[in-house]
């Protein structure tokens, strides 16, 4: 699912070039959300429901009002600025269900329906929808304490297969551009045709439950304080409305007889300044809930000293020689894909390094440098002997109820057999299922593995392919524990294991055992393309998650052509460390432009 078929395309090419209460009641804001909201806001904070049904909010720092759910005004008190514009809430429906295959139901009057509106408190209050289709509550409510306007949506229907509700934002200023962490942050516009009509799904492709609608100077925030790793998606625009956002909360798989979805809390709130103000309030929360000042304890001190990276290294001993001519190697990560004795994506779980590639692992130890060999944190072959003990663990897609994983055919990526015959016989096509990390004994197999060959290699650092593959599944739930819930758990018992680690993605999920994040370009592009060059400059997950994790890049880095200049440009303007890509130490005695740029901005 995750990085279908172009990155695992180019990965494996360059491999084989190589040889290698209400819930905003019940979870008030921490009380160190950052400096400015440690103490308590002063200034007015109420609630009113006029007698035509409109819920007039004011915090300290905003103005707001909401009518038949939707929100119609939302004004900072600091500058004046409005940030939603006029529409018709007749025409339209605040909240919806959301079924499979994208299938929206309005829940409002559109249908048949009425829409009601009741104080309950100085601070709270309740829309209440009945429709022909389905009926549902959106509570609203005033956060003294941060100044948040907090919406709470939930919506049910007769009809089995209910996936999400959505609460829908409209009128969204036409000048507020969205800034998001899709694949490690973008800002565009609203109508770009990168964000119309477009649908993220949390924590895989929308990073961190967070969305920031900026002007330019100052803007408002919407986000929702989750510990508990529920499932939720941002849902941008339309075909027809570009200044929409949507706002998914997702019930848990299986969803086949689900009636019901509920239960976020999303918080919005105005800011002055630049992203940065919503997005710190935002890491401040994510420290605080999760504990994470504990976590920059354990980081290795050489962390934030490193200058440069290699993705996909061969395991070429003369690359190292020729590349500590030039760059001290304390300095310099190296993720190092094909070390084993068993090809590349072939006999999952077994790790054991060929003769060669513990030959390179030593001389790269001697000579300083921090290399990471290659494992998978969730997959196995199913040719190997662990997976007729895990096999009924298998992700299983939450609507089609497919099998998630991948096989190869002419360099194309297909989905795994359904045959339990054709997934035992296809090893050339390098079938690879994914396991529920969930569960204990799949923790419990790939943890010893890597403890051994560690023990083995003398291996300080590792890298987990896939890490960032968690998704909703039909199969949700493992020993109680989502498949994003089990890679966290899973990140830090190897980090337990007294290794650095590194991974594929970088989400607000597992980041939090992670030293370093193999991270990918938005929609991962081959071919210089203009829309590439526009989504990048906005570093916002480095931003929320650097002071723990260091980024780096991924494939296509070796600045041979303008496409590889540009990938490697977006890359360290997103905030990864400068990255190159190459297959022989004579890339770095004689190398291109942007191989000559990473060593030289090492060497400073």
């Given at each position: 699912m995750a990085m279908k078929s172009d990155p695992e395309f180019s990965r494996r090419s360059f491999v084989r070039a190589a040889g290698v209460v209400p819930a905003a009641l019940a979870?008030?804001?921490p009380a160190l959300v950052s400096a400015s909201l440690s103490r308590r806001r002063e200034g007015k904070t109420q609630l009113s429901v006029t007698s035509d049904g409109v819920i007039q909010a004011e915090t300290p720092t905003l103005l707001a009002r909401i009518e038949k759910g939707f929100l119609?005004?939302?004004?900072?008190?600091?500058?004046?600025?409005?940030?939603?514009?006029?529409?018709d809430t007749g025409k339209f429906d605040a909240l919806q269900l959301v079924y499979g295959r994208g299938e929206t139901?309005?829940?409002?009057?559109?249908?048949?329906?009425?829409?009601?509106?009741?104080k309950i408190s100085d601070h709270r209050a309740e829309v209440i929808f009945q429709n022909?289709?389905?009926?549902?509550?959106?509570?609203?409510?005033v956060d003294p304490a941060s100044g948040d306007l907090v919406a709470e949506p939930s919506a049910f229907s007769s009809r089995p297969g209910v996936r999400a509700c959505r609460w829908r934002l409209k009128g969204l200023r036409r000048d507020l551009k969205l800034v998001a962490p899709f694949f490690q942050g973008v800002s565009l516009n609203l109508d770009d045709s990168l964000m119309r009509s477009s649908h993220w799904d949390w924590p895989h492709r929308w990073e961190a439950g967070l969305a920031i609608l900026?002007?330019?100077?100052?803007?408002?925030?919407?986000?929702?304080?989750?510990?508990?790793?529920r499932y939720k998606a941002l849902h941008v625009g339309s075909d027809d409305d570009p200044y929409m956002i949507g706002l998914d909360t997702e019930a848990y798989g299986p969803i086949d007889a689900n009636l019901a979805a509920g239960g976020l809390a999303w918080r919005i709130n105005v800011h002055q300044g630049d992203w940065k103000v919503p997005a710190e309030r935002y890491r401040s929360w994510l420290w605080e809930a999760f504990s994470l000042a504990r976590e920059e304890q354990r980081r290795e001190p050489w962390l934030h000293a490193l200058a440069m990276a290699i993705s996909w290294c061969p395991g070429d001993i003369a690359i190292l020689e020729s590349l500590a001519k030039q760059v001290d190697p304390k300095k310099v990560?190296?993720?190092f894909s094909s070390w084993r004795t068993d090809g590349y994506d072939e006999n999952y779980p077994t790790y054991v390094a060929s003769e060669s590639a513990a030959a390179f692992l030593a001389r790269a130890h001697e000579m300083g440098f921090h290399v990471m060999p290659h494992f998978n944190v969730v997959e196995t072959d199913p040719n190997h002997p662990v997976y007729a003990q895990v096999r009924d663990f298998q992700y299983r897609d939450i609507e089609t109820k497919k099998l998630y994983g991948?096989?190869?055919?002419?360099?194309?990526?297909?989905?795994v057999p359904e045959s339990n015959a054709s997934r035992l016989n296809h090893r050339r096509e390098k079938v690879m299922v994914k396991i529920h990390p969930g569960l204990t004994t799949w923790r419990s197999i790939l943890c010893s593995r890597i403890q051994e060959a560690a023990r083995q290699n003398t291996l300080r650092d590792v890298f987990v392919d896939v890490a960032l593959n968690t998704f909703n599944l039909h199969n949700c739930l493992v020993e109680n524990m989502t498949s994003t819930e089990g890679v966290n758990r899973l990140i830090h018992e190897i980090a337990g294991l007294g290794l650095s680690v590194g991974a594929e993605g970088l989400n607000e999920t597992f980041f939090q055992g992670l030293s370093f994040a193999q991270v990918h370009l938005f929609?991962?592009?081959?071919?210089?393309?203009?829309?590439?060059?526009?989504?990048?400059g906005c570093p916002l997950n480095s931003f929320l998650f650097g002071k723990l994790c260091r980024s780096f890049g991924y494939s296509g880095l070796s600045g041979r052509n303008a496409d590889e200049e540009l990938r490697a440009q977006v890359h360290e303007a997103n905030g990864a460390l400068p990255t190159i890509t190459i297959r022989s130490a004579a890339e770095i005695t004689d190398p291109t432009p942007a191989v000559k740029r990473a060593l030289d901005r090492a060497r400073r």
């Open positions: 979870q008030p804001a119609t005004s939302l004004k900072s008190k600091a500058s004046s600025e409005e940030y939603i514009t006029g529409f139901v309005d829940v409002g009057e559109q249908k048949f329906g009425k829409v009601e509106t009741r022909w289709d389905g009926d549902g509550v959106i509570t609203i409510s900026q002007a330019s100077s100052g803007g408002f925030s919407v986000h929702t304080q989750d510990d508990r790793y990560l190296i993720h991948w096989s190869w055919v002419d360099s194309r990526a297909i989905g929609r991962n592009p081959r071919g210089a393309t203009d829309w590439l060059e526009r989504t990048g």
